[in-house]
């Protein structure tokens, strides 16, 4: 019974998956779009600086994602050693060691969003704006939720594979 709730649970989370993914195709479609109204009204330097958010953005996300999951594990741990100071200082060495990691990976800088709002704010319309405001809205919620699901899999996948080696 188990088993069968573990599968069913994991079919609802790939179709949701897909569903999602679905999503992140329509966007990737919208920001095409953007991209090219970008290109056809900024000026060469400018246009690059939009690539280069719109590049860091996803990079960003997914770096911060990682870090917060990695800064839970690192919590629980700390939960779990209760006291053990030489324990509690190889976890803190960790989260810095994480924090290191995600500055390390910008070593040139981020590009800011209010310097790339700022530029669009000059050429587009109020609609495009609004339009590029929730594309990058709806493209950091698509990745975060993709990457929410695929740790859900990942963890349902792991139990039911667990569950299922240890059933003679």
């Excluded at 088993?3 to 999503?23: G, M, N, T, Y």
């Excluded at 990058?136 to 990942?154: A, C, G, H, R, Y």
Aim: charged fraction near 35%.
């Amino acid at each position: 019974e188990l088993i069968s709730s573990l599968r069913s649970k994991l079919q609802a989370l790939w179709e949701e998956r897909e569903l999602i993914l679905s999503e992140a195709r329509e966007c990737a479609e919208r920001g095409e779009e953007l991209e090219a109204t970008v290109r056809d009204v900024c000026k060469p330097n400018e246009f690059e600086r939009y690539m280069m958010f719109i590049g860091d953005l996803e990079k960003v996300v997914s770096l911060l994602l990682c870090l917060s999951s990695r800064l839970a594990r690192v919590q629980n741990a700390m939960r779990r050693i209760d006291g053990n100071t030489d324990a509690e200082e190889k976890v803190s060495e960790k989260r810095a060691g994480s924090v290191t990691c995600f500055v390390r990976s910008f070593p040139g800088g981020l590009c800011s969003p209010r310097l790339v709002s700022g530029i669009l704010a000059k050429y587009l319309t109020d609609q495009q704006l609004q339009d590029y405001r929730r594309f990058v809205q709806v493209k950091t919620s698509l990745l975060m939720e993709q990457k929410d699901l695929e740790e859900q899999i990942k963890f349902f996948e792991e139990q039911l594979e667990n569950l299922e080696k240890s059933i003679p």
